[in-house]
């Protein structure tokens, strides 16, 4: 698709932001609305995300945006005829001590405010859910039933369907090089095939936003950094509607992953990655692996994980994430 001379809005970036500022434009009336990605939809960072649906945040804007997400997932797939994978499993967060618990109330009294359904639970409520779970240190918890998991691949691709359905053009293989402005107002971009004059740019480049906001003299705090998550063998008699589980003060999550368990490693103290630029080839690509910075202690693993000390060579994935300093 060649590139048009003029647009309202140019989004840089396909990936999963990318396509939903495109898609909500769209469903706003904005026809005259372009997406430049460098390489393909997803090859950033979505394509490996770990596609959980959660509700329960730390801020009332953060929460209003999750609650309206997981709505427009369960009724995206019907309205683009693009299947997202979305299923509402729900979730469980676990505390294991009486500071967790008491900082889940309060998350769980804010989300209630915004009508978000959630439950406290206690050990052996957690355990009837999620079966084969080791309760025995855990506290209590909190269920949301309409938490749950999606495909994120194929949520950016339904979002890219519904945004081209209300006339977003999506162009891919087309990298933006600068930023133009006049009168320090934003004017258009220029891109290896040429410029394109527009009213607004929005940076939805993730990883990359860093290096897209300095070229309009804008210091972006964000940079990369590696997360992990490991995939087990399959595993016998594991029900593809397991809820989602987190444990906070394990800094790990678990969900079904096709008669699998994928269990992420939140690191507290995240490795930064490509803080001299992320490498011009990079498309669908993973920083090199190695398991020494996974910080999930291995009896978590057994704690949530059915028959995990029989599972033989699992798979372990070094992704690079975005990470915002505080």
Request: glycine letters at 12%.
């Amino acid at each position: 698709m060649d590139i048009p001379a003029k647009a309202r809005a140019v989004i840089i970036g396909g990936g999963v932001v990318g396509c939903s500022i495109a898609y909500h434009l769209g469903k706003l009336g904005w026809t005259d609305v372009v997406l430049l990605e460098r390489k393909q939809l997803t090859c950033g960072t979505t394509w490996h995300a770990a596609g959980l649906i959660a509700q329960l945040r730390a801020t009332q804007n953060m929460t209003r945006l999750a609650k309206y997400s997981q709505e427009l997932y369960f009724g995206l797939e019907e309205e683009t005829g693009v299947a997202t994978g979305f299923k509402r499993n729900g979730s469980i967060t676990v505390a294991l001590t009486d500071e967790r618990m008491e900082e889940l109330r309060r998350s769980a009294a804010m989300a209630r405010a915004f009508g978000v359904e959630i439950d406290e639970i206690s050990p052996s409520d957690i355990q009837s859910r999620y079966p084969g779970l080791t309760v025995d240190d855990a506290v209590g918890g909190v269920w949301l039933p309409k938490d749950g998991q999606a495909d994120p691949v194929n949520i950016t691709q339904a979002l890219a369907k519904g945004a081209r359905n209300y006339g977003a053009k999506i162009i891919q293989g087309v990298k933006v090089t600068d930023i133009h402005q006049t009168d320090g107002r934003v004017t258009g971009v220029m891109t290896d095939q040429g410029p394109i004059e527009a009213d607004y740019v929005v940076n939805a480049g993730g990883m990359w936003a860093r290096e897209i906001g300095a070229m309009a003299g804008v210091a972006v705090p964000l940079h990369a950094c590696e997360h992990f998550y490991i995939v087990t063998e399959g595993i016998d008699g594991l029900t593809s509607n397991l809820p989602v589980l987190r444990v906070p003060d394990e800094c790990a999550y678990y969900k079904e992953d096709a008669g699998k368990i994928l269990l992420g490693a939140f690191e507290p103290n995240s490795k930064p990655w490509g803080m001299d630029g992320i490498p011009e080839d990079f498309e669908f690509d993973l920083p090199a692996r190695g398991f020494r910075p996974f910080r999930a202690d291995p009896r978590a693993c057994r704690r949530a994980v059915p028959g995990s000390g029989r599972s033989r060579h699992p798979d372990l994935l070094q992704r690079a994430g975005k990470l915002h300093p505080r």
